[in-house]
Every structure is written in C-alpha cells, then in structure tokens.
C-alpha cells in the first residue's frame, strides 16, 4: 500500500488528514469567513471590515504611539483603501520584518464620472469595468450599487443598494438567443462590448408628459429624495457594482464555498485572523491589505506607492534609538515576506490549459508558487529555492498542507501578484494562497479546507518564522 509520506503533495486531501477537532475547526473558521465575504465587497468596505476586527483585537492607530515596545499593536490607513497592521516583536527591528501582503481590490464594474442616461423608455448606468474580466458573465445577474458619493462641499455619503432582501437590484440586459446570430458568432471577448455594459436602474416617466427624459428624471428625483444625491455629484463618486448575492456553501457536501471576491479576499481574510491571534512575536510581524493589485499596483494606495516603506519607517522612527535611512533599507533588506494571492485550480471541464504535474487542485492544501508571471516569467518575483525551502520546512512543523502550482501552461497565459514590488526592497518572498475555479468571475469557487490552510500557514509564518 502506498504509504502516506510517498504521495505526490498534490494528492494529500486536506480533509483525510485532519481529526475530528480540526475539521470542526476548520468549518467554524469559513463561516466566519463567508460572513466576511458578504459584508466585504469593495475596498473601503473591506478596509473598513479590517480597521474593527483590528480594534476589537486590541490595534490602535500608529499614529497615536510615541515610543513602541515589544508587544505593542498598530494599524496604519491610507485614503480608506490601503491598511498595514503590525505587532511589534522582541527582536530588533534590524533583523527584519516578517510581512504577509494581500491585495482588497476585486475586478467589477465602475460607474462612469457621467453614467446616467434614458433611451428607449429606460434609464440606465454606464459603466467602465476594472480588472481582467470576462464581460460576458457580467450579464443578466443580479448587482449591487457599493460605495461613496461626496459632494461638493466635502459631506460623504455611503450606499449599499441591493444586498437587503427589501432592496432593488440591477441589472445588464443581454440580448434573446432569438435575435443573437450575429452576437454569438463573434468571439467571447467580443460578444459583450464594455460600452454595452450598461446598468438597467429604472424603467417608470414622471407624470409631466412635457418633461424631457421622463424615466432619468424620476430616477433623480429618487436619488435626490432618498439619498441627497444630484447628477452632478456623480462626478466625484465612487459606485461599483458587484454580485448582488452572498457568500454561498457550494456542493452537497458543503466543502466548497462560491462567493464574489475571494481573488484576493481569501487572503487578506486568512492573514488578518492569523495576525490578530498572535499574543507576542520574535520578529515584527506585519500584515499588508492594498489596493489596485488588479489594475497593476498603481496610485498611491497601491504596492507601487510609498505607504508600505512610511509604515515600516514611522514604526522604526519609534522603535530605533537613532532612526535613519540605512536602518530603513536594513529592516527591509532583512525582511521575509508571502506575498498572499489566489491561484488557478485546476478545472476538470478544462483540464487543457494546465500542466497536470504542475497544476493545484482544490482541497488539496495551501498554494505555494515559486513563481507567477506570463509566459517567460514576465513579471515574476521568482523565489529563491533557500526561501522556498524555508517555507516548505516551516509549513511541514507546523502541519500545514501544502501543495504547489503554476498558474496554467506555459504558453497559455499567466498573471502576476504584488511579490515582485516587495523583493525590490531586497526581502525575500514568496507567492501562496488559495486555489480557484473561475476565477475573476462574478462567483469564484474555493475549497474549504484551502482556506483553513492558507490561514494555518500564515499563522505559523507570523508565528515561527526567525
């Protein structure tokens, strides 16, 4: 009989492997998270989610600190959409950082700075979507309006409209199959145009048949009326649309969990609740939650603007006798750091376009990518083997199951994570996280016991990783 230690990584189901407490465990903790999946659906949202579960868990704003010692928590914000959170360790800061980055954007669709508008009896939203999606699946599904209004003169205004039983939703209206011919013999990436993405709000004309735009108008009258929101406020608003539904169990065996967002909300999930168990820490440990991952990292509340360095300089400044720039790029230097991100299961339906040998499978554990990158590697951190080897022997003391994989064939494609712009700093990293089924779409699949695992892993990085 083929013996435990002999099996292939790939072929260790999590769930075998655990006891009877663990697997209790582990269906607790992905209520929790599916919980956090439904509230969670924008970046504010989920920074906003983060920012309590950090006070409840004993952080106080950095900025409040004079000097920092050992044990003392802190959280740093940037514009609402960008979080770092630490715990400081025994250790000097010199030694380095221990760093786990996660990413809260998701793709979906943006409203236009001038969306709204009437034809054909109906008003509707124009849209221009964020991140790769496939613009086909954004069709006739129910979505929800997120996010902030401000207005002139500074107020805010927050909207969540279509998540409450009570609530309308919206929707994009596809074409019949009657009437699609010339649509369905288009390529797939062609058969929904991104101007064709337009969000159907209203469909009643205000009483005065001399108006113009009966239906827009009616339309601003509710916004008005309910919302205090004018067409020109539009302007400076910022409303995504996103799945109208929650986090769902998928499977008649409840193993697997469906739900809008968990490209890269699975991580930052798993990485708060492995960071906020921590009591006291050798090494600083950090946990980085920023935005604009899938547009390329850019803006200042991404990977490739400053705030993840301010962080760590404004805890050095606190924690140094004699603060200075060389001990910056020491700290940085010394660091370790996952660089926390989804991956690509492989899909029975379409097993083609992975490396079997290669390719991780749902329930099979925790991911661990050398790489990521397109094709020749382009964009890729790449990991050093020593780090890998670090990670593989901590992951195995510490009862993590782990599996390695590539994000599909060579040639077919790729993608890529935050890893690359936090080895420049010269720390080492590595990619890990949980393995999907359809990724980017409006409902990504994830296994369970995945999830439990990539917190467990995280939790020992934090935890064990000198």
């Not at 995504?240 to 986090?247: C, K, L, Q, R, Y």
């Not at 991952?293 to 924690?319: D, L, P, Q, Y």
Request: hydrophobic letters at 40%.
């Amino acid at each position: 009989m083929e013996k435990e230690k002999d099996r292939h990584p790939a072929t260790r189901y999590v769930w075998e492997l655990l006891d009877e407490q663990e697997r209790g465990a582990a269906l607790a903790f992905n209520e929790r998270y599916k919980e956090f999946l439904s509230l969670a659906k924008t970046e504010r949202e989920t920074v906003d989610y983060l920012a309590g579960r950090a006070r409840n868990s004993g952080f106080a704003p950095l900025l409040e600190f004079g000097r920092l010692k050992a044990g003392d928590r802190v959280y740093l914000i940037g514009r609402g959409k960008i979080m770092a959170m630490a715990i400081i360790g025994s250790e000097p800061l010199e030694k380095g950082l221990n760093i786990i980055g996660a990413h809260v954007d998701a793709p979906r669709l943006d409203l236009k700075p001038k969306p709204l508008y009437e034809e054909a009896g109906l008003a509707l939203l124009k849209t221009h979507y964020y991140g790769g999606i496939k613009k086909y699946q954004w069709v006739a599904i129910p979505l929800a309006l997120h996010g902030v209004v401000v207005k002139g003169d500074g107020r805010v205004i927050s909207l969540v409209i279509g998540e409450n039983g009570a609530d309308p939703v919206f929707t994009i209206a596809d074409l019949l199959p009657h009437l699609a011919k010339d649509q369905m013999e288009k390529k797939m990436s062609e058969a929904v145009t991104g101007e064709a993405l337009n969000i159907l709000v209203g469909g009643l004309p205000v009483d005065d048949r001399e108006a113009k735009e009966r239906v827009k108008k009616v339309v601003l009258e509710h916004l008005g009326r309910y919302y205090g929101i004018h067409e020109d406020d539009f302007v400076s608003a910022e409303l995504e649309a996103v799945p109208a539904w929650p986090a769902r169990d998928v499977g008649f065996d409840r193993s697997l969990i469906g739900g809008y967002g968990q490209d890269d909300r699975s991580s930052v999930f798993t990485a708060l609740e492995a960071l906020c168990e921590q009591r006291e820490v050798r090494r600083t440990a950090v946990a980085l939650f920023a935005d604009k991952e899938e547009i390329g990292s850019t803006g200042n509340t991404g990977m490739h603007s400053v705030f993840m360095v301010n962080f760590i300089a404004e805890i050095a400044g606190r924690c140094l006798p004699q603060y200075s720039d060389l001990a910056l790029r020491r700290i940085l230097n010394n660091s370790r750091a996952i660089s926390a991100d989804v991956t690509a299961g492989l899909n029975p339906s379409y097993p083609e376009v992975m490396d079997k040998l290669n390719a991780p499978l749902l329930g099979c554990g925790v991911v661990i990518s050398k790489y990521t990158g397109a094709r020749g590697k382009s964009g890729a951190s790449d990991a050093h083997p020593e780090f890998v080897a670090f990670i593989r022997g901590l992951f195995d003391r510490e009862g993590v199951i782990w599996q390695t994989g590539e994000l599909g064939k060579v040639d077919q494609g790729g993608g890529g994570t935050i890893a690359y712009l936090m080895a420049r700093h010269g720390m080492d990293v590595l990619d890990c996280g949980v393995p999907l089924l359809g990724m980017h779409s409006p409902f990504e699949v994830a296994s369970k016991l995945d999830v439990y695992m990539a917190y467990k892993g995280f939790r020992a990085f934090f935890r064990n990783a000198d």
